[in-house]
């Protein structure tokens, strides 16, 4: 069941691993603004460019105490490829069970050359230091995107 998400109201919870591979929580980063970006697939040109653009803002994200992390459906080996691909400094979420997905409501119907599926939409959530949903952008067109999240916090 997929949770109606409203600005001002909190945030589901998730973890992520940092560098070495320790988990990292959600609730652990209260006091840090974190933003939380859905991408289709990696190594896609859109995927590619907006990755791009995070990781080439992600000091004036730190700046602001604002944390960046990246998720998609695919495997954390391909995250790993993708990751030292673009030098991204931020971590990317495997969400191969769709949990993550389906807490934000981000799969939706998509249609390619006739062919119907299910993929995730585009979507940027900026999560406030107390847990809460402050911005919430759905089909998100890439270009400028990265510097209209920076721009909110």
């Given at each position: ?105 981000t799969l939706v119907e998509k249609s390619m050359m006739g ?39």
């Amino acid at each position: 069941m997929v949770l109606s998400l409203k600005v001002g109201g909190p945030a589901p919870e998730f973890s992520w691993s940092d560098r070495n591979g320790n988990p990292v929580n959600l609730s652990d980063v209260r006091g840090k603004s974190v933003v939380l970006y859905f991408y289709p697939k990696d190594n896609t040109p859109g995927c590619t460019i907006e990755a791009r653009g995070f990781a080439s803002k992600y000091n004036e994200f730190l700046q602001k105490n604002a944390l960046v992390v990246g998720v998609s459906r695919d495997s954390i080996s391909s995250h790993e490829k993708f990751s030292n691909l673009c030098g991204l400094p931020f971590p990317l979420i495997s969400d191969k069970d769709e949990k993550l997905c389906n807490a934000y409501g981000t799969l939706v119907e998509k249609s390619m050359m006739g062919k119907k599926y299910m993929g995730i939409d585009r979507s940027t959530f900026i999560i406030s230091p107390e847990g809460k949903l402050d911005k919430i952008w759905r089909n998100v067109s890439v270009l400028g995107h990265v510097e209209e999240v920076l721009s909110s916090l």
